[in-house]
């Protein structure tokens, strides 16, 4: 009889345990890397512009704002001549990186991979082709002052026959507090505009994930920014040094939404929600 009932205890404990939840067992970095990055698709527009202009190859890539340094990973993965360098301030982001992004590369691999926990404005003058800053992350300086300076030091850490590639994103929906949810697989991704000030176009953004079992991983990143409009930013840029900029706006599919391709424009319809590359030319 006592045997019995600790046995039932023991059935009933264990009808009240919960099942691990989804949202609880996920990495939030490696949710990040497949919701939003596309590193090859990157590096594809990035060697392809640059042997367009300068009729050689792209050899070393510098990643401002690297994060895990998941482009910088891809970039030398793509080709035995490349090298890497990366910059961020995130120790626990760059870490995260080099436990899971560059572990996966062999040991020649890594070696042309170099990801500094360090401020992009402390950057050595060495020349590089490519100079790029992706997913908005040059949004950080809210000062036209700050992102003055920080387009002033890329410029003259880039090689003469170089590159400086962002990415920027506007329209309508830049400008409202809205929500977005993306289905991927396994979660679904959510981009919060959360607060959009008028007067100093400061944004507060969040990324969370939702999962199928009902669970969520709320507010995995917060990002505090000032939207630079796309003629401001191209005023910036030439105020720092650069020659030239080009804009190369991407093309919407039959539904709408952005195709990947990027065409060299000067004029484009501003949509409820565009995506564009900016490049400035030393």
């Not at 060495?126 to 700050?146: G, L």
């Not at 929906?173 to 100093?200: L, R």
Request: charged share 35%.
């Amino acid at each position: 009889m006592v045997a019995e009932a600790k046995n039932n205890k023991k059935k009933k404990k264990n009808k009240k345990k919960k099942p691990d939840r989804q949202a609880f067992l996920a990495n939030k970095h490696d949710l990040y890397q497949r919701a939003v990055q596309e590193p090859s698709a990157d590096n594809e527009f990035m060697s392809k512009l640059f042997a367009q202009k300068f009729q050689r190859d792209a050899i070393v890539m510098r990643e401002d704002f690297c994060g895990t340094g998941l482009l910088s990973a891809t970039w030398v993965e793509e080709d035995p001549q490349r090298k890497a360098i990366g910059y961020d301030l995130d120790v626990e982001t760059v870490e995260w990186g080099i436990e899971n992004n560059l572990a996966k590369l062999d040991d020649e691999q890594r070696s042309r991979v170099d990801l500094r926990i360090a401020d992009v404005l402390d950057a050595p003058k060495d020349p590089v082709d490519i100079i790029c800053a992706m997913n908005f992350s040059w949004w950080i300086f809210k000062k036209r002052q700050e992102l003055l300076e920080y387009f002033r030091s890329v410029r003259s850490s880039l090689h003469p026959e170089g590159l400086f590639i962002l990415d920027i994103y506007g329209g309508k929906e830049a400008y409202e507090e809205m929500e977005e949810e993306h289905e991927k697989d396994g979660f679904d991704y959510i981009w919060d505009q959360d607060a959009v000030c008028g007067v100093s176009d400061e944004i507060l953004c969040h990324i969370s994930f939702h999962f199928p079992d009902g669970s969520k991983m709320k507010r995995a990143f917060t990002y505090d920014w000032r939207r630079y409009g796309m003629r401001e930013s191209q005023e910036i840029l030439l105020d720092a040094g650069f020659s030239k900029v080009e804009v190369y706006w991407e093309g919407v599919d039959d539904e709408g939404d952005g195709d990947g391709e990027f065409t060299l424009t000067t004029r484009a319809e501003s949509t409820d929600a565009w995506i564009a590359y900016l490049v400035a030319i030393p």
